[in-house]
């Protein structure tokens, strides 16, 4: 939450603010993430549900992965509690 308070220059909603800090516990956090918010960026969504879904060097998208990128950004910018799989 540190990290979010450092580096966010806009106010925004409590389930932004929850889904950036469960991306952020769960990534360790990206500038670009925070940029895109910060300019209230109409790419927020498609980036934030196709980066951070790969892991141990695989490019290929995690499921599991893919499913919560989209799960936090429903989250953040819709304010719906969904999950998908």
């Known amino acids: ?6 580096n966010l220059t806009v106010q925004v909603s409590d ?3 929850a889904a950036l800090v469960a ?3 769960n990534t360790g956090g990206s500038h670009d993430l925070i940029q ?3 300019k209230k960026s109409p790419a927020l969504y ?4 196709t980066h951070y879904v ?3 060097g695989n ?8 499913f919560r990128r989209k799960s936090e950004a429903t989250l953040g910018l819709f304010d719906k509690l969904e999950f998908y799989n």
């Open 15 to 17: 389930n932004l603010y």
């Open 23 to 25: 991306h952020t516990m």
């Open 59 to 66: 490019p290929k998208p995690l499921p599991g992965l893919v």
């Open 1 to 6: 939450e540190l990290w979010l308070h450092r």
């Open 54 to 56: 790969t892991g141990k």
């Open 46 to 49: 498609d980036w934030w549900t």
């Open 36 to 38: 895109l918010v910060n």
